[in-house]
């Protein structure tokens, strides 16, 4: 059995379980907030000298800051910021510098604050713990504000808050699920422009808006197995860089003179752990049929299957049940080997018997 059975195995299995101290924690959060706090009127002080100060900068033209405000003395902070359609990278920049210089009181450090830069459709947004130096923030700002093209957006999130953990993701998006080719020709010439920004978790996708869930777009990331249920298989963190040709090339397939519209989400996984595989999740609209679907694995599989990589194919059965983690699924791991005993929808086997190798 391929390695890549047991991990999707227990990626999945993790995500509900994970999912449960997640929703306690928001449940029970609501109530940690307070409308006012008893600084609210230093706290609106701040944010009016805060607002004052950016909006001040060359390119800027609205800032608003606003602190929410936690029992005790913790609180979290946000910046929103609109640049100019044509202000520059060194702009972008002096609002994260002049933000992250901001002389608030000492107890306030440690504590979060999130900065969302927008200019034209693009966005630029960095978490960090206030009282450090945002030299990183302040370049992945240049470097987001260089990346403008024509007919794109670029939304690039820096995250971590601490300065050894930050991670920069980057979505290029463009056109929509059919006209991949605009986005895979974005994220070409980026390659091309930009090779010292290879370093960064690129992800490419058709526009989509921000409020809605996963499924309501098409895109290709790089993908990391969580921290397992056992402690013999080890974490693995998505490898930094650009996407192949190869795998941009079967995004755009994806999405393009297929029989049946749908969203697909396309995982890159890496070595050394697993070698090159890939998890190809295919969302068709409510009504899909069984006919449907084996028109989409006549199609599909053998695709994939001459690609060389294991591949974990599975179309999402909007029909099935409530929580699709429990299955059954339209599920085949092409050149690999799923877990024994997991839930497979009948109409796969003949795939299952046909491409999976174990």
């Known amino acids: 059995m391929t390695p890549i059975a047991g991990k999707i195995n227990v990626m999945r299995s993790a995500v509900p379980t994970l999912m449960l101290p997640l929703a306690a924690v928001l449940l029970t959060g609501c109530g940690y907030f307070f409308d006012q706090g008893r600084d609210q009127a230093e706290h609106d002080s701040w944010s009016r000298r805060i607002e004052t100060a950016i909006r001040a900068l060359p390119g800027v033209t609205d800032a608003s800051h606003r602190f929410d405000h936690y029992k005790g003395r913790h609180f979290t902070a946000e910046l929103d910021v609109r640049l100019r359609d044509d202000a520059t990278g060194a702009e ?77 993701t980057v979505d290029v998006r463009a056109g929509s699920e059919r006209e991949p080719h605009l986005a895979v020709a974005a994220m070409r010439r980026i390659i091309r422009d930009f090779p010292e920004l290879a370093s960064n978790q690129w992800v490419v996708s058709t526009v989509h808006g921000r409020e809605h869930e996963y499924t309501n777009h098409s895109e290709r990331r790089p ?46 996984y890496d070595p050394p752990l697993e070698g090159h595989t890939l998890g190809v999740t295919v969302f068709p609209p409510l009504g899909f049929t069984p006919a449907e679907t084996t028109q989409l694995a006549d199609l599909h599989l053998p695709h994939l299957a001459a690609t060389g990589a294991v591949v974990d194919y599975t179309i999402h059965t909007p029909n099935g049940p409530s929580y699709y983690h429990e299955g059954p699924f339209f599920e085949v791991v092409v050149g690999g080997c799923q877990t024994p005993g997991h839930n497979v929808l009948l109409e796969a086997q003949p795939y299952v018997r046909q491409y999976e190798h174990c």
């Open 223 to 268: 993908g990391s197995y969580p921290w397992p249920l056992d402690r013999n298989t080890l974490h693995q963190t998505p490898t930094p860089r650009f996407p192949s040709n190869d795998e941009l090339d079967l995004w755009q397939w994806f999405l393009t003179d297929q029989p049946i519209p749908f969203f697909v989400r396309m995982t890159v």
């Open 92 to 168: 972008a920049a002096s609002v994260v510098n002049v933000m992250g210089a901001q002389q608030l009181p000492r107890r306030f450090h440690g504590d979060p604050i999130t900065v969302t830069i927008n200019r034209m459709a693009d966005s630029y947004s960095a978490y960090w713990m206030f009282g450090r130096d945002v030299s990183p923030e302040a370049n992945a700002a240049i470097n987001w504000a260089r990346l403008w093209a024509a007919g794109t957006e670029v939304h690039w999130d820096s995250s971590g808050g601490f300065a050894d953990r930050i991670v920069n």
